[in-house]
């Protein structure tokens, strides 16, 4: 995006002409580097990043984020030319504040540089490393957990290449860093994962025996490395131009790296870290034992409400899920999925009650000045709907209960992966495994009985025991019929 002609950039030289209220809690280049993150787009800038600054402004520390983009080196030139710095606008329905944030202390590009990044995974000054790279970039299967390496991750762990991929850079940091004895290191996954921290445990172990790391160095790592659990919830939609803009009118300069949220933010997080941390609970984290009951209330809830509302939304033609919500009868389908399935697939949180938590993401997705765009949410299904919707069936089953609300979602989903728009535009499938959910579908039966075959023979997707069940497949099927018999209004409408 250009730059807005006769508007100055903002940077260091430039913060002194800020309103008062939009200037950072800490100045760049004062709080020395503690935090690596991996994956600095939108949604680390407008809450890690900001729950990190407020902070270190609270209790001080040396925790300044080292942030790494792994491809996007536009971005990274971007907030460099910038000293750093970027703003974060909240929107809520009555207005907006923005306000600049200062917690990163230095940008990287894995993919220009990947040996500048294996060497700071390797920097005893890092004690946190954070991630936000989306589910597929763990390359695990969202059934199982285990390692599924394409060639450029199986060409990491294999030879002396510099490392190319999320995975590959871990390893390659921490097998580093075990041959320093550079001292003990957190890894925090922040990505909408069953278990986060488990799975990224999972993965480093699985990635160290696929490399054929030495004993040694396995033991390093077991016994200095910790990888806490979390919960993040905030929603974040894509920066536009007019993003850019709102900035920019808030602040008198340009901005390049704006982006906008909403005004909730929750993180929850394992306090299990053994080279210290930020007193990130000074900005509002929950610090826990255990965020498996916070993750599968926000997965299961606010995650699985939005990809239904996603999947249902562009089916329908709306361009945002503020949008979808208002279809007729969307929403009363939304309460029920979470009254009679969600909330009773699961253990929530103490003092947490599931519906009320239901209603609250309702009236978050109703707010008109998000633009969270429905194919945006609607991306990577395949990596999604397991821990989204699939996990929520198989408890239900599990437990002898029917899974009828959770099965429209999943109907919504292959309704959508099979292109068209209930008017006969195209909808893009964005996905790792587009072209074998494509080429599944394109060989199965013309019929929604022979779709939901195809998908559920997807072992990438659906477990066995869940493919195989048959009030599962009766539910997807009726749903998908009605779908595709009378689109997204008339089976809203007849679904009360």
Aim: with cysteine; charged share 20%; aromatic share 4%.
């Amino acid at each position: 995006m250009a730059v807005t002609v006769g508007a100055s950039r903002l940077g260091l030289g430039s913060l002194r002409r800020l309103p008062a209220a939009s200037r950072p809690l800490v100045r760049p280049g004062t709080v020395p580097a503690g935090v690596l993150h991996l994956g600095i787009g939108a949604f680390h800038r407008a809450h890690q990043a900001v729950y990190t600054e407020a902070a270190v402004g609270a209790a001080g520390g040396d925790w300044g984020i080292v942030g790494v983009a792994p491809r996007n080196a536009a971005l990274v030139a971007d907030l460099a030319a910038q000293d750093n710095l970027f703003s974060v606008t909240t929107l809520a329905a009555d207005g907006a504040a923005t306000r600049v944030v200062g917690a990163l202390a230095e940008v990287r590009h894995a993919a220009s540089d990947p040996a500048a990044v294996v060497a700071l995974l390797a920097d005893p000054a890092i004690r946190v490393v954070t991630l936000t790279v989306t589910e597929k970039a763990y390359q695990l299967d969202p059934a199982t957990g285990a390692l599924r390496p394409d060639a450029a991750l199986a060409a990491d762990l294999a030879g002396d290449r510099p490392p190319a991929t999320v995975p590959g850079l871990l390893v390659r940091g921490l097998l580093a860093r075990a041959a320093a004895d550079a001292g003990p290191v957190a890894l925090v996954s922040c990505d909408n994962l069953p278990a986060n921290g488990r799975r990224l445990r999972g993965l480093v172990e699985q990635a160290l025996a696929y490399a054929g790391a030495p004993e040694h160095d396995v033991g390093w790592v077991g016994g200095q490395v910790s990888f806490p659990g979390t919960m993040v919830d905030r929603i974040v939609p894509a920066s536009t131009a007019e993003t850019l803009d709102v900035a920019r009118h808030a602040l008198g300069v340009t901005d390049l790296a704006a982006v906008a949220a909403e005004p909730y933010a929750q993180w929850v997080i394992e306090d299990d870290f053994p080279g210290g941390r930020p007193a990130w609970e000074r900005a509002g984290a929950v610090l826990c034992a255990d965020a498996g009951p916070w993750e599968r209330l926000k997965l299961r809830t606010l995650n699985g409400v939005h990809s239904a509302t996603a999947y249902l939304g562009a089916l329908a033609g709306c361009e945002t899920v503020a949008e979808a919500l208002a279809l007729p009868y969307l929403a009363d389908v939304l309460r029920r999925l979470v009254a009679e399935d969600v909330a009773t697939s699961f253990t929530p949180p103490d003092g947490i009650r599931v519906v009320d938590y239901g209603e609250q993401v309702l009236d978050r997705f109703g707010n008109p000045a998000i633009r969270h765009r429905t194919l945006q949410v609607a991306m990577d299904g395949s990596q999604k709907l397991p821990q989204r919707v699939l996990h929520t069936i198989a408890d239900l089953r599990a437990a002898g209960r029917p899974a009828r609300w959770a099965a429209l979602v999943v109907a919504a989903w292959l309704r959508f992966a099979q292109g068209t728009a209930d008017d006969g535009s195209p909808l893009p499938l964005q996905d790792p495994l587009a072209d074998r959910i494509r080429a599944a579908l394109a060989a199965a039966p013309p019929t929604p009985a022979g779709a939901v075959d195809a998908a559920f023979a997807l072992r990438e997707i659906f477990p066995a025991e869940l493919a195989e069940d048959a009030e599962v497949r009766a539910d997807v099927v009726g749903w998908l019929t009605d779908l595709t018999r009378h689109g997204v209004p008339a089976t809203l409408a007849g679904a009360r």
